[in-house]
């Protein structure tokens, strides 16, 4: 969840730094298996990793930054955990 958070929070430097938590969890279907359980944001946002700055769709819809997504990553890099490439390439074409 948090590599897929850091990959659509990098495409989302790109428009101003916020990202809809569905796209989020679509990069990581996207990766995973479409059957499997996927976690809510929750978490993530509990832990300070991202930050909620609004919502749209009568509030069905969230908006996140992610503040230090540089350093995120770099953790996620020290502990064996990049951010696949997969994500990436898809993160620089697709929202």
């Known amino acids: 969840m948090l590599q897929a958070a850091c990959a659509t929070a990098q495409m989302a430097e790109l428009y101003g730094g916020e990202f809809s938590g569905s796209w989020v969890l679509k990069r990581l ?3 995973v298996d479409s059957t499997a359980w996927v976690p809510g944001l929750r978490t993530l946002l509990a ?3 991202i930050c909620r700055v609004g919502s749209a769709r009568q509030g ?9 997504r540089q350093e995120v990553e770099r953790a996620l890099t020290e502990i ?4 696949p490439a997969v994500m990436l390439q ?3 074409t697709t929202p």
Not at 80 to 83: A, E, I, L, Q, Y
């Open 90 to 92: 898809t993160a620089r």
């Open 60 to 68: 069905r819809r969230a908006y996140y930054t992610m503040p230090d």
């Open 80 to 83: 064996g955990h990049p951010v």
């Open 47 to 49: 832990y300070g990793l």
């Open 29 to 31: 279907r996207d990766t």
